[in-house]
């Protein structure tokens, strides 16, 4: 199928299952990863939307296009990459979502010493969040400082680095705070070895069979998630790159430059922020044109116009996320 017959079908009517495919093989690799470290809880699957664990629900939910490779490149060309689409990634997120589970399915999040040190469950789930870099108060896991968003997100965190690094974690958290959450974790989960959970549902919220708004409107909204609202004016910084004088007009053209290393600048900002590269393309989308007012023309060497737009793509992206970033919750 062409992607624009893709986009009018209706999500619950794309042909797609877990079993005898990769999301099941990652599946397996997850459940026997967690009766490595003694755990019987197996938290079940299935497709939606995106990744999600729903509240009291353990188990959790896998977006439809890790289901499908044709699917997969259709993610890639609407949004610029596949959340999940590697094995690494895919296990990563996979952890995390486990530990909202594991979560759900013993109601760890009422035990008073998760208050104290992960925060409320019952916190409102912001929109938009500010994380702090350089806080040594979190663990690092998912990209964007994940653990900052939420006192459950938090707790997912650290359950997915205790359950990933073994006992390796106590070396890399020696002398950070966050060490605390990692070793209260370490204490429940060896509590909790062997035991089944008193919470066996196997519900699943928004299962694709039920969702019957088309691809092209779940794109749509989802870019829309996405969208970061950018400083207007680039002007200042694009003539500390680029060039608008006339001893210039025989240089190459700073759109055609840009456009050249553009899905590379992406890549390189999103890997180092942790931002959704829409999000980033949508900013890099705006100095082109921008460029293409100013009729802007690349005066420096190109390799040192590259490091200076990249530079200035990293700060304008870190801007964005102290002013409050936004994400789908995990």
Same mark, same amino acid.
């Given at each position: 199928?062409?992607? *624009?017959?893709?986009?009018?079908?209706?999500?619950?009517?794309?042909?797609?299952?877990? @079993?005898?495919?990769?999301?099941?093989?990652?599946?397996?690799?997850?459940?026997? @990863?967690? *009766?490595? &470290?003694?755990?019987?809880?197996?938290?079940?699957?299935?497709?939606?939307?995106?990744?999600?664990?729903?509240?009291?629900?353990?188990?959790?939910?896998?977006?439809?296009?890790?289901?499908?490779?044709?699917?997969?490149?259709?993610?890639?060309? /609407?949004?610029?990459?596949?959340?999940?689409?590697? @094995?690494?990634?895919?296990?990563?997120?996979?952890?995390?979502?486990?530990?909202?589970?594991?979560?759900?399915?013993?109601?760890?999040?009422? &035990?008073?010493?998760?208050?104290?040190?992960?925060?409320?469950? &019952?916190?409102?789930?912001?929109?938009?969040?500010?994380?702090?870099?350089?806080?040594?108060?979190?663990?690092?896991?998912?990209?964007?400082?994940?653990?900052?968003?939420?006192?459950?997100?938090?707790?997912?965190?650290? $359950?997915?680095?205790?359950?990933?690094?073994?006992?390796?974690?106590?070396?890399?958290?020696?002398?950070?705070?966050?060490?605390?959450?990692? =070793?209260?974790?370490?204490?429940?989960?060896?509590?909790?070895?062997?035991?089944?959970?008193?919470? &066996?549902?196997? *519900?699943?919220?928004?299962?694709?069979?039920?969702?019957?708004?088309?691809?092209? =409107?779940?794109?749509?909204?989802?870019?829309?998630?996405?969208?970061? /609202?950018?400083?207007?004016?680039?002007?200042?910084?694009?003539?500390? #790159?680029?060039?608008?004088?006339?001893?210039?007009?025989?240089?190459?053209?700073?759109?055609? $430059?840009?456009?050249?290393?553009?899905? @590379?600048?992406?890549?390189?900002?999103?890997?180092?922020?942790?931002?959704? #590269?829409?999000? #980033?393309?949508?900013?890099?989308?705006?100095?082109?044109?921008?460029?293409?007012?100013?009729?802007?023309?690349?005066?420096?060497?190109? =390799?040192?116009?590259?490091?200076?737009?990249?530079?200035?793509?990293?700060?304008?992206?870190?801007?964005?996320?102290?002013?409050?970033?936004?994400?789908?919750?995990?």
């Amino acid at each position: 199928m062409t992607d *624009e017959q893709l986009l009018d079908l209706r999500l619950c009517d794309l042909p797609l299952k877990i @079993e005898h495919t990769l999301l099941a093989r990652r599946a397996v690799r997850l459940y026997e @990863e967690l *009766e490595a &470290r003694g755990l019987r809880f197996k938290p079940h699957v299935w497709l939606s939307e995106e990744w999600f664990t729903p509240d009291r629900v353990p188990g959790f939910a896998i977006p439809f296009y890790l289901a499908h490779p044709r699917l997969a490149k259709l993610e890639r060309r /609407q949004m610029l990459e596949v959340e999940g689409g590697t @094995e690494k990634e895919c296990m990563r997120i996979m952890r995390h979502e486990a530990g909202h589970a594991i979560d759900n399915a013993f109601q760890l999040h009422r &035990r008073p010493r998760y208050r104290e040190l992960f925060g409320s469950f &019952r916190h409102p789930y912001p929109d938009w969040y500010k994380p702090e870099p350089n806080s040594r108060n979190y663990v690092l896991h998912l990209p964007a400082w994940y653990a900052q968003a939420h006192p459950a997100e938090d707790f997912a965190e650290t $359950f997915a680095v205790w359950l990933t690094s073994g006992a390796r974690w106590r070396k890399q958290y020696a002398g950070w705070r966050a060490i605390r959450k990692l =070793e209260y974790v370490d204490m429940v989960m060896g509590e909790l070895a062997g035991r089944a959970p008193a919470n &066996r549902s196997r *519900e699943k919220v928004e299962d694709l069979r039920e969702i019957e708004k088309t691809l092209r =409107e779940h794109y749509r909204q989802k870019r829309r998630h996405y969208d970061f /609202q950018w400083p207007p004016d680039y002007d200042r910084d694009l003539l500390r #790159i680029f060039s608008s004088e006339p001893r210039h007009k025989s240089c190459p053209g700073a759109v055609s $430059f840009l456009r050249r290393y553009r899905r @590379e600048l992406c890549n390189e900002v999103g890997e180092g922020t942790g931002v959704h #590269i829409y999000a #980033i393309d949508q900013m890099l989308g705006q100095m082109i044109n921008r460029c293409r007012e100013l009729k802007l023309r690349v005066g420096l060497k190109p =390799e040192h116009a590259r490091q200076k737009v990249l530079v200035l793509l990293t700060v304008q992206t870190m801007s964005g996320i102290h002013t409050g970033y936004h994400r789908i919750a995990l």
